[in-house]
Antibody, heavy 122, light 106 residues
């Protein structure tokens, strides 16, 4: 059974660094056919793709947030970590991690975590 | 960045209706297009990938079509559990992007 679970602080102050962890089970981060994405959703708004990482450690980032994001993984712990520096109230959102699966040569998010609501406020 | 524009932004429908949602990409994305369903307070659920392939365990009342820049999601025989927000998502050009969502209401 594939599951993903996000963890981290629910409240952070402006200018601080946010670190979120996605713990996965039911698949291995070393599997060449999978990866993990981070996606966020501000309250009442649309989904926004942030970053993803693959088994070979290849990474991609949102153009607008690239300078503030870092994605990494610890395969032995089955965890993918996302850090976001210098947070602002506009970063208040539910943050989701999702498994990327290779469907016919292209990866798409097929399983999602429940999400974690992170509020940025002083 | 590729812009994904969904229409309509919201629609009202009745149980049993056939509903069609469209998604237009600002440039060609071949068939690298997915559709997700999201219910309030829940994570999105993958319905369709590769523009027209039904994800396993998704009922066949959902169907997708299109290629290039224009795509559609059709729901046949709308049921109460189908009232939700639907998002399209392109996953070929970086940065990957989502549409703004279409809310299907009673």
């Amino acid at each position: 059974q594939v599951t993903l679970k996000e963890s981290g602080p629910v409240l952070v102050k402006p200018t601080e660094t946010l670190t979120l962890t996605c713990t996965v089970s039911g698949f291995s981060l070393s599997n060449a056919r999978v990866g993990v994405s981070w996606i966020r959703q501000p309250p009442g708004k649309a989904l926004e793709w942030l970053a993803h990482i693959f088994s070979n450690d290849a990474k991609s980032y949102s153009t607008s947030l690239k300078s503030r994001l870092t994605i990494s993984k610890d395969t032995s712990k089955s965890q993918v970590i996302l850090t976001m520096t210098n947070v602002d109230p506009v970063d208040t959102a539910t943050y989701y991690c999702a498994r990327l699966y290779d469907f016919w040569g292209a990866y798409v998010e097929d399983y999602w975590g429940q999400g974690i609501l992170v509020t940025v406020s002083s | 960045d590729i812009q994904m524009t969904q229409s309509p932004s919201s629609l009202s429908a009745s149980v049993g209706d056939r509903v069609t949602i469209t998604c237009r990409a600002s440039q060609g994305i071949s068939d690298y297009l997915a559709w997700f369903q999201q219910k309030p307070g829940k994570a999105p659920k993958l319905l369709i990938y590769a523009a027209s392939s039904l994800q396993s365990d998704v009922p066949s009342k959902f169907s997708g079509s299109g290629s290039g820049t224009d795509f559609t999601l059709t729901i046949n025989g709308l049921q109460p559990e189908d009232f939700a927000t639907y998002y399209c998502h392109q996953y070929t050009n970086y940065p990957w992007t989502f549409g703004q969502g279409t809310k299907v209401e009673i």
